[in-house]
């Protein structure tokens, strides 16, 4: 049992990462109907910007550890989310009356613009975060001793996503997300101002993407380069497993495969979790092909 609760934690906590990654591509996919396949490398690059921020200027130094954390996560999902306005800006709008395809090869090619100035920029070696501003506290819980990073990982994950979701469903600007995912040609009718609508889906999700690669980074210690790839894929895999436009199935689909993927790994093999994650995504999508919670998506304009 303490192992199985271990496990329960470490998949929260993935998972968690997952559903903030899952919930970029899910917002954009369900404004646009588009798959921002450059999405992993500005998680990527949060995880960068991160370490350069605290090796760079040594905040670790100045502030408490918990305070050097919290000033470096709002820079870096304050400096992700201008890349990610600016790639809407430069790569996605000019080709918005174009074909579907158009958008899809300009998401290609900005996700080889954006590996390959990572690669210019920091090189291809492996970093690591210092040590001191990784938190190694140990909690004892259940008689099992668990790293307290987990738990902030797991804290500020929940904390992000209902956020947002109070954001979306709460507020005027929310009210006008789902209007323009619902339809846009009547949401412009209502005077909403769809391009700035679309702006700001490529603030909030490329921002909550550069946060989740810090907390990569803090939770685990070593980065490279080519990571957004890998959790790219899984968290596109989470947001189809949810339901694909469907902020709450992101949510959800990321904890679920975070939970699969950690007890495939510890109960079966670590080789096959890969495998575990997504034959769990075929099964779900051969029962209910919308995800688990249905799938929204913008009429096409």
Do not use: C
Request: aromatic share 10%; no cysteine; glycine share 12%.
């Amino acid at each position: 049992m303490e192992q199985f609760f271990q496990q329960i934690i470490n998949g929260l906590a993935i998972g968690g990462i997952y559903a903030l990654v899952a919930l970029g591509y899910t917002m954009v996919y369900g404004v646009l109907k588009l798959i921002n396949f450059a999405h992993g490398d500005l998680f990527t690059i949060g995880a960068y910007l991160g370490m350069t921020l605290f090796v760079s200027y040594r905040l670790a130094d100045l502030l408490p550890v918990y305070g050097a954390i919290i000033l470096v996560a709002l820079m870096v999902m304050g400096l992700v989310a201008l890349v990610g306005g600016l790639l809407e800006r430069i790569a996605y709008r000019p080709l918005r009356n174009a074909s579907r395809l158009s958008a899809v090869v300009s998401a290609v090619g900005a996700s080889i613009f954006f590996q390959n100035a990572i690669l210019l920029i920091w090189g291809g070696n492996y970093y690591v975060y210092p040590e001191s501003v990784r938190p190694t506290t140990i909690i004892s819980l259940f008689g099992m001793g668990v790293p307290l990073i987990r738990f902030v990982l797991i804290a500020a994950s929940v904390m992000l996503m209902l956020i947002l979701y109070w954001f979306i469903h709460r507020t005027k600007t929310g009210t006008a997300i789902r209007a323009a995912a619902i339809d846009q040609g009547a949401a412009k009718l209502m005077g909403i101002n769809v391009n700035r609508i679309i702006a700001l889906v490529f603030l909030i999700g490329p921002g909550l993407g550069g946060v989740a690669g810090l907390m990569v980074g803090l939770a685990y210690g070593q980065i490279d380069y080519s990571m957004g790839f890998s959790y790219g894929l899984k968290a596109f895999t989470a947001a189809i497993l949810g339901g694909i436009g469907n902020i709450p199935g992101a949510m959800i689909g990321g904890l679920i495969l975070g939970l699969v993927e950690t007890l495939g790994a510890a109960y079966l093999t670590i080789a096959w979790k890969d495998a575990i994650s997504f034959f769990v995504l075929i099964l779900i999508l051969i029962i209910r092909p919308t995800g688990i919670l249905g799938e929204r998506v913008a009429d096409k304009l």
